[in-house]
C-alpha cells in the first residue's frame, strides 16, 4: 500500500504561507479601494448627494458632497484593505471586512446619486429599506424551508416549486373561501404538499433529491400554470380575487426613524418572517430538536444509535419547511399582488443563494436574504434615476456572490455533512 | 451508510433494480423471500410465457411504458378536476353515473387524442403534407433535446450533475445568434461558424463550475443553478444593446440571423423540420462512441464511479472534471444555438432557449443517462411538445400539462420501486433501473 499513496491534488488548502485568506481578501479590497477612490471619484459631480429620512427628498437628510463622498468611502475601503494586508489578528477579520464593503457601496452610492439627473440627488432611504424587506421576504421564508431541510440532511433545491404552490393554493383557497387565513393554511398546506412528495421520494424511494427537487420545481410549475389557465384566467373574480392582510403599525416603535416607518408598518409577513428567523435560530441551536435534527443531518448513523428516529425528523422537518415556503409564497398573493404564472420567476433559486452564502444557519440566511434584497432595490432605485449601470448587473450580483462564496474567496461554506445522502437503516 | 454493499460493481449504474428495490421496501415490509427466483427450474417455459412474463417484469421498457400510463392518469384527473361543467356532472354521481363518465371520457379523450394526432399521426390528413407535418413539429422539438439531454447525461457518467444545461444553451444561443447576424460570411461556412460559435459559449459557461470543482471542490450543482441566472440576465442585457437590438423595434428582440447562417430545412416550406435533427443523431453516436469506445470516455466513467480509486490509477481527477464540464457544456450550447439557427426562431428574445436545458434533465433522466435512450427520450418529450400545441389549440387544454406530464413521468421513472408497487411487478433479473447518483452538495 505504500506505494500507492498519491498525494491529493483537488483540495488541499493545508499550509497557505504569506497568502493567507486575510491577505488575499485584503487585496481584494484595496483593488475595490482604488477603483471607488479613483474611478467613482473623478465620475461623481458637484451635486450634493442627499439620503433622506423620508419617503421623497423632502424632511431631514444626510449630505454630502458627491465627489467628496465617492472618494473619503473609496479611501476607508482601501484602508481596510490596507489593515488586511498587514495581516492582523483573526478577529478582525470580519469587522474590516465589513468597514471595507460598506465603504465600496457607499462611495458608489456618493457617485450615483450626485450624478444623477438634476432634481433628483436624492435616495430615500425609508423606500430603499422597506423595499429591500419587501424583496427579502420571499427569500427570508425560502431559505429557512431550505435551513429545516439541509440542516436535517435533505436537500432541498425544490424551494422554488414550494413557494409557487403556496403562492397558488393562499389565492386559489383564499378567494373561494374570501378569508385570508384560510389562504395562509392553504398556503402553508400547499407547501408541504410540494414537500411531502420531496421527503416520500427521497426519503423512501431513496431517490437522488437533487433531482427530485428539479423535478419537482418542474411539477409545481406545470400544475399551478395548468390550474391557472384553466381556473384563474377563466373566472378571475372566483379564483383569484383573494383578500389581502393589511399593514399593522406597532405603536411606539413605528415613529423611529428610518426604521419604524420602513419595518413597523408592515403585514404580517414581515412580523412572521422575523419572528421564524428567531424562532428556528433557537430551535436549532438550544433545544432537544435541534439538537436531535443537526445530528441526523451531520452523522444519521450515530443519531439514530443514540435512539433518535432518523427517518421521522427528517419527514417532519421536511413537511415544517414546506409549510413554511408555503407561507413565504403567500406573502406574495395575500399582501400584494393576484397570482400569475411563473410569479415565483427565479426567487427559490436566489433563496438557495442565500441559503448557502449563509452557511445554512438562520441568521445567516436572514443577512444574506437582506443583502440579495438590497441588491434587488438599488437596481429598481437606479433603473428610476437613468443610472448607466444596468439592473441585470445588481441583479446578478447574488448569484455572483454565492459562486464566489463556494469557492472559498470569502471564507469557506460548508453543508452538513450527511446533506443529500439518504439514510439506509442497518 | 451511504453506499449499501455491493460486491464489486465497476461501473456507476448503481444498484440493481432488485436491490434498490430491498432497500426500498425493507424498511417497512420484509420482501418476501425469494418467491421469484426458482419457477424456471421446475419446467422449460414455452417462448410465449417467458415473453408474457418479461412483459410484466420491472424492465426499463415495461417500468418506462407504466409511467407514461400513470402520468396520464394523474394528468386526466388534473384535467376533470379543473373543468368545472365536468366536475358539477359529479355532484349527482350515485344518481346517474354515466352523466359523470361520459363527460369525463369526452373531456379526457378529446385532450390525448388530439396529443396523438399533433405529434404522430392525424388520420384526418387529406395531403403530404399534412400527414408528415406532425412528424416534422416533433422533429423540431426533438432535436435541441436530445443536446441538452446528451449534455446532462454525459457529466451525469463522470459524477458531475450538470443542473447548468440551461445557462450554457442560452450562452450557445448568444453567441450562435451574434455570429449568425453580426458576421458577414459566406452561406456555407456562415453556418458552421455560427454552430461552433454555440458550441464555444456552452463550453465556456460549463468550463466555469469544471474549473470551480476541480480546484476548489466547488459543487457544480450550486455553481451551475447560480450560472443559469447570470446567464438569464446576461441575456436579457444585451439583447436590448445598440447592434443587437433590432432597431425596427423598441422591445426585447434582436436583429434576424441571416438566412445564409440558418439550418437548411428537410422538407418543404410549411413543414418545420430542420437538419438539427441530423446533427442531433450524429452527436448521440459521437457521444455514446466517447463514452464506451474512447480513452477519455474510460477516464470519465472510471472517475465517475470512484473518484479516489480513478486518481489511485494515475487518471487525473481535476483534468477529467473540466473536460467533462466542457464537453457538457458545447453539448448544451449547441442545442441553444438550434433555437435562433433552426426554425424555431431567427431572433435572441429574453425567453430564446425556452425550457430546454431544465428539460434536458428530465430527458437524461428518462433516458437513464445511456446516450441512444437519451435520443429516445427526447423524441418522447419532443413528441409531447408537439402534441401538446394541438391539444391546446384544438381541445383547449393548456401546454401547461405536458409540462405536469413530463415531471411526473420522470417522477415515476425515478422511483421504480413505487411503479412495481403500484403495478404489483415482477421483479426482473437482470434490470437496471436505478438512476440516482444520490451525493448531496
Known amino acids: 500500500m505504500s506505494t500507492t499513496a498519491v498525494p491529493d491534488v483537488a483540495v488541499a488548502p493545508v499550509d497557505e504561507g504569506f497568502w493567507t485568506r486575510t491577505r488575499k481578501v485584503g487585496l481584494v479590497l484595496v483593488a475595490l479601494g482604488l477603483l471607488a477612490t479613483v474611478l467613482f471619484g473623478a465620475l461623481a459631480t458637484d451635486a450634493t448627494a442627499r439620503f433622506t429620512l423620508s419617503e421623497d427628498a423632502a424632511g431631514a437628510a444626510l449630505e454630502i458632497h458627491g465627489t467628496f463622498g465617492a472618494v473619503l468611502f473609496g479611501l476607508i475601503t482601501l484602508a481596510a484593505g490596507g489593515a488586511m494586508l498587514a495581516g492582523p489578528p483573526k478577529r478582525w477579520f470580519i469587522p474590516l471586512l465589513a468597514m471595507g464593503l460598506v465603504g465600496f457601496v457607499l462611495s458608489f452610492l456618493c457617485w450615483q446619486v450626485s450624478d444623477a439627473p438634476a432634481g433628483q440627488n436624492f435616495m430615500p432611504l425609508v423606500n430603499i429599506v422597506r423595499g429591500t424587506f419587501l424583496l427579502a421576504l420571499p427569500l427570508i421564508f425560502g431559505a429557512l424551508a431550505g435551513v429545516l431541510c439541509e440542516r436535517s440532511g435533505v436537500v432541498n433545491v425544490a424551494i422554488e416549486g414550494q413557494l409557487l404552490m403556496g403562492a397558488f393554493s393562499g389565492a386559489l383557497f383564499g378567494s373561494i373561501s374570501g378569508n385570508v387565513w384560510v389562504g395562509l393554511v392553504a398556503a402553508a398546506i400547499g407547501g408541504s404538499f410540494i414537500s411531502l412528495l420531496l421527503a416520500v421520494f427521497s426519503i423512501r424511494y431513496l431517490v437522488d433529491q437533487v433531482v427530485m427537487g428539479i423535478v419537482l420545481n418542474l411539477l409545481a410549475l406545470g400544475i399551478t400554470g395548468f390550474l391557472y389557465e384553466r381556473l384563474m384566467q377563466t373566472d378571475a373574480a372566483r379564483y383569484n380575487s383573494a383578500p389581502r392582510f393589511s399593514n399593522w403599525e406597532i405603536p411606539l416603535l413605528s415613529d423611529i426613524p428610518v426604521l419604524g416607518p420602513a419595518l413597523f408598518r408592515g403585514n404580517i409577513f414581515l412580523y412572521l418572517a422575523l419572528l421564524l428567523v428567531l424562532v428556528i435560530h433557537i430551535g436549532l441551536f438550544r433545544t432537544r430538536w435541534g439538537l436531535r435534527t443537526r445530528s441526523v443531518g451531520e452523522h444519521p448513523t450515530a443519531a439514530d444509535t443514540l435512539g433518535v428516529k432518523v427517518l421521522g425528523l427528517r419527514y417532519r422537518n421536511v413537511i415544517m419547511a414546506g409549510a413554511v415556503a408555503g407561507i413565504g409564497g403567500a406573502s406574495y398573493t395575500l399582501a400584494l399582488f393576484s397570482f400569475t404564472k411563473n410569479m415565483i420567476g427565479g426567487k427559490g433559486f436566489i433563496a438557495l443563494a442565500a441559503l448557502i452564502f449563509g452557511r445554512w444557519s438562520p441568521t445567516g440566511a436572514l443577512l444574506a436574504a437582506l443583502f440579495f434584497g438590497f441588491a434587488d432595490q438599488l437596481a429598481t432605485y437606479l433603473g428610476a434615476i437613468n443610472s448607466i449601470i444596468p439592473g441585470q448587473f445588481l441583479a446578478m450580483l447574488p448569484y455572483l456572490a454565492t459562486i464566489l462564496a463556494v469557492a472559498g474567496l470569502v471564507g469557506r461554506v460548508r453543508a452538513p455533512a450527511a446533506d443529500g445522502k439518504p439514510y439506509i437503516k442497518g | ?441
Open chain 2, 1 to 441: 451508510m451511504t453506499t449499501h454493499p455491493q460486491p464489486g460493481s465497476p461501473d456507476k449504474e448503481p444498484a440493481s433494480e432488485e436491490q434498490a428495490a430491498r432497500t426500498a421496501l425493507g424498511n417497512t415490509e420484509r420482501a418476501e423471500p425469494a418467491s421469484t427466483a426458482t419457477p424456471t427450474q421446475e419446467r422449460r417455459p414455452t417462448l410465449g410465457r417467458l415473453f408474457l412474463e418479461n412483459l410484466w417484469a420491472a424492465n426499463t421498457f415495461t417500468v418506462t411504458l407504466l409511467s407514461l400510463v400513470l402520468a396520464m392518469v394523474v394528468g386526466a384527473v388534473l384535467m376533470i378536476i379543473s373543468d368545472p361543467k365536468v366536475l358539477a356532472t359529479y355532484a349527482y354521481f350515485t344518481a346517474r353515473p354515466t352523466d359523470a363518465l361520459d363527460a369525463s371520457w369526452a373531456l379526457v379523450s378529446k385532450a390525448y387524442a388530439n396529443l396523438f394526432k399533433g405529434s404522430v399521426f392525424d388520420p384526418g390528413a387529406t395531403t403530404l403534407t399534412a400527414a408528415l407535418s406532425p412528424i416534422s413539429e416533433t422533429l423540431t422539438y426533438t432535436a435541441p433535446l436530445v443536446f441538452t439531454g446528451l449534455s446532462v447525461a454525459l457529466a451525469f457518467r463522470g459524477g458531475l450533475f450538470n443542473i447548468g444545461a440551461q445557462g450554457q444553451a442560452i450562452m450557445g444561443v448568444i453567441l450562435a445568434a451574434l455570429v449568425g447576424f453580426l458576421l458577414p460570411l459566406p452561406p456555407g461556412l456562415h453556418l458552421l461558424v455560427a454552430v461552433l460559435a454555440g458550441a464555444v459559449g456552452g463550453a465556456v459557461w460549463g468550463f466555469i463550475p469544471g474549473i470551480l470543482k476541480a480546484r476548489t471542490g466547488a459543487h457544480e450543482v450550486i455553481n451551475t443553478i447560480m450560472l443559469n441566472y447570470i446567464a438569464v440576465y446576461f441575456l436579457t442585457w444585451l439583447i436590448v444593446q445598440n447592434g443587437v437590438q433590432d432597431p425596427r423595434r423598441t422591445d426585447a428582440i434582436s436583429r434576424r440571423v441571416d438566412a445564409s447562417a440558418q439550418l437548411p430545412r428537410l422538407f418543404d416550406d410549411p413543414l418545420r423540420a430542420h437538419a438539427g435533427i441530423i446533427l442531433a443523431v450524429l452527436a448521440t453516436w459521437a457521444v455514446a462512441w466517447l463514452l464506451n469506445r474512447s480513452t477519455l470516455g474510460f477516464e470519465l466513467r472510471a472517475v465517475g464511479a470512484n473518484p479516489d480509486a480513478a486518481r489511485t490509477a494515475g487518471i487525473s481527477v481535476t483534468r477529467t472534471y473540466v473536460l467533462i464540464m466542457v464537453f457538457a457544456g458545447a453539448l448544451a450550447g449547441l442545442g441553444g444555438s438550434q433555437m435562433v439557427l433552426g426554425t424555431t426562431a431567427a431572433a435572441l428574445t429574453p425567453l430564446v432557449v425556452a425550457q430546454i436545458g431544465f428539460d434536458g434533465i428530465l430527458v437524461a433522466l428518462l433516458g437513464r443517462v445511456k446516450p441512444w435512450g437519451v435520443a429516445m427520450a427526447a423524441l418522447l418529450f419532443g413528441a409531447l411538445q408537439a402534441g401538446g400545441n394541438r391539444m391546446q389549440s384544438y381541445a383547449s387544454i393548456s401546454l401547461e400539462l405536458v409540462t405536469v406530464l413530463q415531471a411526473l413521468i420522470v417522477i415515476f421513472i425515478a422511483a421504480p420501486a413505487l411503479v412495481k408497487a403500484i403495478f404489483q411487478l415482477r421483479a426482473a433479473r437482470a434490470a437496471r433501473l436505478q438512476t440516482s447518483l444520490a451525493k448531496g452538495w
